[in-house]
């Protein structure tokens, strides 16, 4: 399934579950904005040295591409209401440039559902997320872990 | 070694090579600007949710955690003029919360040199990078992958 609607526990879900966002346009400013505060790198922050770069241009922090993509994800309402909080990503791949006008969309899917042991309104979600362009280009891939309320009301 | 030299290449770098960052205090408004951007969960954003749950009042956003932790290491200029930019990051755990008035910094160890066999003039440096607090606890680690020039005037 493909779902747009709103506002899953964890029981709700079942493996190979996608979610679909919108999509976010990079302008020049927020490229440059983002990166002179956590990434400040030639390549993102000045368009001159940029250019002479290896990418040709000013490019995205990928930590900035991260924080979008995850934005449009949780934007979709997904687990609104069930989400805990994260304990960790895995195999994050930045796997093309994201240059000044490129849109991003973000696609997740459910990889794996394991309630916790110990805690019974809890439990552990593995969701694989890839960032794409208006390509349809994978600009990025990540394994998000995040607890996850069981039920509704527990 | 522990450094705070600068401008590393990566034919300079050894494995076990240390780099330590300066501190950065968390505010109520970082925290809650960057994550109404990023990550809008409530006990990101909203004080009043935040006290009533699990964590027990604002804590940062792990997206904001790590672009922090990221420009930290950076801004020590450890590998200032040599990064071309990096492929990915794993096994990425946030392993305490961050809250409101904690001030991070940043401690990096050289774990792997990889010099490419196409393309001689760079190679690939895995980083492990772990966030402590100011009681000197982890709150954050992950390993980047950095794409990293050889050789100074190469």
Known sequence: MTARRQDYYLDELKVGD???SGGYTF?????????FAYDP???HIDADAAR???YGGLIASGFHTL??????IY???FIR???MGGPGMDELRWLKPVAVGDTIRSVGEVREI?????KPDRGILKFHLTALNQRDEAVMTVTFIILVKRKRGA
């Open 18 to 20: 996608r979610f679909e």
């Open 27 to 35: 302008t020049e400013s927020s490229i440059i904005d983002f990166a």
């Open 41 to 43: 790198q030639p390549f």
């Open 52 to 54: 002479k770069s290896n």
């Open 67 to 72: 924080s979008v993509a995850f934005r449009l």
């Open 75 to 77: 934007q979709t309402g």
């Open 81 to 83: 209401s069930a989400s």
């Open 114 to 118: 394991a309630p916790s042991k110990s």
